[in-house]
């Protein structure tokens, strides 16, 4: 069992900036960042495979975020810029456990086996 620790969280103006980061306990392999606001289903905002150098973004995230990883400290991170009120939501890490990944799924939340306890990000307007 591997456990997620995302950091990172924060209040922030609207064009502002903020750099999230998931600690992983062990290894894992494609990892993603997804986001819920209240009232609404948790929603895909990007991923990146575990070998090479695969990367994803949810439409809204193109151009602004940018993900990254370090796989020796097995650390996932997410930079976010120009950040919106929309953008406002609590963020969870995900990781999945299988080195084969159907990346035609990568925004779905079924194929990840493990999830952190989220940080919350509040843009203000």
């Known amino acids: 069992q591997v456990e997620l620790v995302e950091s990172g969280g924060g209040l922030v103006q609207a064009g502002g900036s903020l750099r999230l980061s998931c600690a992983a306990s062990?290894?894992?392999?494609?990892m993603a960042w997804f986001r819920q606001a209240p009232g609404k289903e948790r929603e895909f905002v990007s991923a990146?495979?575990?070998?090479?150098?695969?990367?994803y973004y949810t439409g809204s995230a193109k151009g602004r975020f940018t993900i990254s990883r370090d796989n020796a400290k097995n650390t996932l991170y997410l930079q976010m810029s120009s950040l919106k009120p929309e953008d406002t939501a609590l963020y969870y890490c995900?990781?999945?456990?299988?080195?084969?990944?159907?990346?035609?799924?990568?925004?779905?939340?079924?194929?990840?086996?493990?999830w952190g306890q989220g940080t919350q990000v509040t843009v203000s307007s």
């Open positions: 990146k495979s575990g070998i090479g150098s695969r990367t």
């Open positions: 995900a990781a999945s456990s299988r080195i084969g990944f159907d990346y035609t799924v990568v925004d779905h939340t079924t194929p990840y086996d493990y």
């Open positions: 062990g290894r894992t392999y494609t």
